[in-house]
Each structure stands twice: as C-alpha cells, then as structure tokens.
T-cell receptor
Framework: QQQVKQSPQSLIVQKGGISIINCAYENTAFDYFPWYQQFPGKGPALLIAIRPDVSEKKEGRFTISFNKSAKQFSLHIMDSQPGDSATYFCAASRAGTASKLTFGTGTRLQVTL | NAGVMQNPRHLVRRRGQEARLRCSPMKGHSHVYWYRQLPEEGLKFMVYLQKENIIDESGMPKERFSAEFPKEGPSILRIQQVVRGDSAAYFC????????????????FGEGSWLTVV
C-alpha cells in the first residue's frame, strides 16, 4: 500500500521557469513532510520540510505548499536552474514514529538551458 | 563535522554470498535508520536502531536480513545468501536523540552502499 503518491514521474523545465512537484498522502496521522533532493550516485539531502500547522513554507527559491484538507503538498522551485536537475522525493512521517519516513516514488527533474 | 559514513560504497557479491554494509552515524547521533532504494524507485524504510536496540524492524524482510548497532562501532546491515533481487542502494541515516513527542527530527543520509548481486 503506497501511502505517499508523487507526480509527475519526470519533469522538464526551462531555465528560469517554475518546477512544481505534487504529493498526496493517505494517512492523516502524518505530521511531518520533508522534501529530499538526490543527485545521481549520492544520498538524499533534506531540502525543506513543513508541518501541517502552516500552509506554506519558503526557503530561498524553494516553497512547500500544504493543503491539509486535501491531504496534498507540493514543492515549487522558482527560477529553476540547471544545477537543480536531480531527483526529488517527498516524504512523510507520523507522530510517535521518530523519523521513520514514507517516501514518494520520486520525480526526475531536468532543467534545460 | 563528518557526515554519515557508509562503506563499502560499492559491493559486488555472487548469489548465495553474504553482504555486510557498515554505517557510522554523525557525531552525537544515537539513532540509525536503514533504507533500501531499488532502481527507479523511492526509498523504503527497513529498520530503526538505537545503541544495542532494534526499535522498529517493520520494513525488514523476514529472512536473510539482520541489523545491529552495537555499543561500540558502526551499525551493520547484514544480508545472508544474497539473491539478484537484493541488488539495490542501501542508505543509512542518522538523527540526534529525539526530544518531545512530535516526529520529524531531521535525519541525515549517507551516500549509500550500492550492492550488485551477480
């Protein structure tokens, strides 16, 4: 049972454009929603995270939008750059389970010149 | 401040052999997690350990897989009698002791150990 659904599977965006990746979850007990960035041959690195008590969080060019009623959250990358080309994973964890994360299946982002 | 250290980075084993993957958490971190990433898939939780204790092994296959985090030394993920389906990237992550009841301490991933079974 996949508890976090991520889309699209792949995404091509022109330099300077906005990249948008969406995730939906099923388990209402989830209370922590991080996004990870992974380059080929490397481990995932935390990009930005949000808790359901806020609807948006922004850090630099990266913004998470969170819709608790719809059980959806998304990552927006403004002014996308070629260096942003990587695979992005959303994840979720629930209270009482420390940092046991349930990951989405990933979105491969390519930013073209 | 060294990050999460995993070794070996790449490991090739023949079917039926044993694979041992090691993980040293970040300094000051007492929680270790192992995740598996199959080709073109997301990461799947395997096990969560603290020193000398397995806290949650709900993601571990029932057979051939085991994990430990001894009082001294790195955490070890052991796969006995490997099969081709075990070929994957195995990521270790660590986090500091959790404070409070909320989840979501930031966990930091190592660079992974890529296991290839031939």
């Amino acid at each position: 049972q996949q508890q976090v659904k991520q889309s699209p599977q792949s995404l091509i965006v022109q330099k300077g454009g906005i990249s948008i990746i969406n995730c939906a979850y099923e388990n209402t007990a989830f209370d922590y929603f991080p996004w990870y960035q992974q380059f080929p041959g490397k481990g995932p690195a935390l990009l930005i995270a949000i808790r359901p008590d806020v609807s948006e969080k922004k850090e630099g060019r990266f913004t998470i939008s969170f819709n608790k009623s719809a059980k959806q959250f998304s990552l927006h990358i403004m002014d996308s750059q070629p260096g942003d080309s990587a695979t992005y994973f959303c994840a979720a964890s629930r209270a009482g389970t420390a940092s046991k994360l349930t990951f989405g299946t990933g979105t491969r982002l390519q930013v073209t010149l | 401040n060294a990050g999460v250290m995993q070794n070996p980075r790449h490991l090739v084993r023949r079917r039926g052999q044993e694979a041992r993957l090691r993980c040293s958490p970040m300094k000051g971190h007492s929680h270790v997690y192992w995740y598996r990433q199959l080709p073109e898939e997301g990461l799947k939780f395997m096990v969560y350990l603290q020193k000398e204790n397995i806290i949650d092994e709900s993601g571990m296959p029932k057979e051939r897989f085991s994990a430990e985090f001894p009082k001294e030394g790195p955490s070890i993920l052991r796969i006995q009698q490997v099969v081709r389906g075990d070929s994957a990237a195995y990521f270790c992550a660590s986090s500091p002791p959790r404070t409070g009841s909320r989840s979501g301490n930031t966990i930091y991933f190592g660079e992974g150990s890529w296991l290839t079974v031939v």
